[in-house]
Nanobody
Framework: QVQLVESGGGLVQPGGSLRLSCAAS????????IGWFRQAPGKEREGVSV????????YYADSVKGRFTISRDSAKNTVFLQMNSLKPEDTAVYYC????????????????????WGQGTQVTVSS
């Protein structure tokens, strides 16, 4: 049974940092990409950052470039999201997701391509 388990969310002040983790298990075949999405109250779920399994290429939403870094521990099947210089607008539930493939037109951050989702972890940026 496929499982994606997120951890690391919490309350942080503006300018602070958090590190999210996602442990993936139960995959019987290689997945194409794994990454992070977020959903703020009243807004659509949006892609934050993903990493492609076969080549390690990473993709980021413009709103987080230069502040967030995605990384992975392939041996442990875990992906991380280091979030620095956090802003109140980063407040959202963050979800880990896996795409089994394919992804067309460079749509790595499009939620429609992702097949499996974790339950999410709350990140709140507030003073």
């Amino acid at each position: 049974q496929v499982q994606l388990v997120e951890s690391g969310g919490g309350l942080v002040q503006p300018g602070g940092s958090l590190r999210l983790s996602c442990a993936a298990s139960g995959f019987t075949t290689d997945y194409l990409a794994i990454g992070w999405f977020r959903q703020a109250p009243g807004k659509e779920r949006e892609g934050v950052s993903v990493v492609v399994s076969r080549d390690g290429n990473t993709y980021y939403a413009d709103s987080v470039k230069g502040r967030f870094t995605i990384s992975r521990d392939s041996a442990k099947n875990t992906v991380f999201l280091q979030m620095n210089s956090l802003k109140p607008e980063d407040t959202a539930v963050y979800y880990c997701a896996v795409a089994m493939g394919p992804v067309y037109g460079g749509g790595w951050l499009y939620k429609f391509y992702y097949d499996y989702w974790g339950q999410g972890t709350q990140v709140t940026v507030s003073s």
